[in-house]
């Protein structure tokens, strides 16, 4: 397996421009991380050059990239205006085209619509529908350059397309595409699925991308509400030899923070230094965690 952590755990917006995205690849990669997961629009808005040198630099410090999408509605594939549908598409297939350019194999997020949704108008069936021919469109972008979508499954507060891994399943065989498979997140299963190893196994091979995190959304091993164990020997039961990436939010405010809804200080009003703390001890009891196998 893979360890990473996303970009944005340091601070509270989510910006993050080029020569940011530098000081975050030399301290993850002296941290100890496999993976830096960044944001897809960033990537969507940084220029050739830029990119090139994100990417000179990732090599130097030996990382890889993965793209995490948090889709806006204007972008929104499961939307009832075909215009909206199309803009969708085009901007993944810019996304995915720009890709090689960072090495990255890897796209993940709800990309099946946008995030967070508000619930307005909702019929399920059809916004089912609508985004599967999207996905289908972009899956044939992505399968032609190697690269995997990982649709992400979130809870009720979030999404009402995907919120459980049955379901996943079942929306990725109806795309049929061998480069869309399912994210599945501990956080987000901790709300809604009957048992998280379970799901683990029932996805199997459709599993490309884990998001590790607590109930609240504090760094894994902090507080032990989910059952790390059990996770990593479901992990090994199917063989998982992929991406393991944090995504955890402990400060309070900003973009990040209202996005996430953090109303309160997580880090026990944490300094830098014990920020870099906490994510490297999380680090390495993630990594002896899920090397046990019975
Ligand atoms: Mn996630």
Partial sequence: ???????SYWGNEWDCNLEAYIKLI??????????LEVSADHIYQMSETDLQTLNDVRKQNGLVFTLNSGPTKEFDLASADEYIRQQGIHYYTKIIEKMPLIESNMLIGA???????????????????RSINCLKQIGKVAESLNITIALEVLNRNETYILT????????????NSSAVKI????YHMN???DNIPDAIRYAGDWLAHLHVG??????????NTINWPAIGQALHDIGYDKGVVMEPFLL?????GNAIRVWRDLSNNASPAQMDEYISQSLSFLRNTFSIQN
Avoid: H
């Avoid at 108008?121 to 916004?127: E, M, R």
């Avoid at 049955?166 to 795309?175: H, L």
């Fill in 111 to 129: 990309l099946y619509s946008y995030w967070p949704s508000d619930f307005i108008s909702i019929n399920k069936k059809n916004a089912w529908e």
């Fill in 252 to 256: 309070k405010g900003g973009s990040v």
């Fill in 214 to 223: 607590e109930n609240n959304r504090k760094l894994p091993g902090m507080n």
């Fill in 191 to 193: 709300i809604e699925e």
């Fill in 26 to 35: 030399q301290k993850v990669s002296s941290i100890g991380f496999d993976i």
């Fill in 183 to 186: 994210l599945l997140d501990t």
């Fill in 1 to 7: 397996m893979k360890f990473g952590t996303l970009y």
């Fill in 164 to 175: 459980n891994c049955e379901e996943a399943v079942e929306y990725c065989k109806k795309i």
